[in-house]
Structure formats: C-alpha cells, structure tokens
C-alpha cells in the first residue's frame, strides 16, 4: 500500500532500548504519540526513565 503526504511531513522513530522496564517503554510510546506532542523521542525516553528511577508516578500528558 502506498500512501501519499505532504513534503511537510515529518516521522520521528522512537526505539525503546532493551534494557528499558515495561512500565517506562509504555508511558514512553504512549507519550510519543500524544497529538500534542512536540517533544522529542530522546527527551521522552529520558524523562520516562527518571521519573520511574524516582519512584514519581508518570504524567501521560507531561
């Protein structure tokens, strides 16, 4: 299937790294695709982990 979009179009790829905690790679990848979402995939993956490595509890719309 093909699929046609803008030039404007732009895809960002966030790749969970392996060693991640289930709980982290999910509030990370629904965080991702949030449509308000402007963060990048490196800073979500980063906030993600040190909000879980506190003990804070996550804030999907953070």
Same mark, same amino acid.
């Given at each position: 299937?093909? %699929? /046609?979009?803008? &030039?404007?179009?732009?895809?960002?790829?966030? !790749?969970?790294?392996? @060693? *991640? *905690?289930? $709980?982290? +790679? &999910?509030?990370?990848?629904? &965080? *991702?695709? &949030?449509? @308000?979402? !402007?963060?990048?995939?490196?800073? #979500?993956? #980063? /906030?993600?982990?040190? %909000?879980? +490595? $506190?003990?804070?509890? /996550?804030?999907?719309?953070?």
């Amino acid at each position: 299937m093909t %699929e /046609a979009f803008p &030039r404007s179009t732009h895809f960002a790829l966030l !790749v969970v790294p392996p @060693d *991640t *905690t289930a $709980d982290a +790679a &999910r509030e990370a990848m629904a &965080r *991702t695709v &949030r449509p @308000d979402n !402007v963060t990048q995939a490196a800073q #979500i993956l #980063i /906030a993600t982990a040190l %909000e879980r +490595a $506190d003990g804070a509890a /996550a804030d999907p719309g953070a």
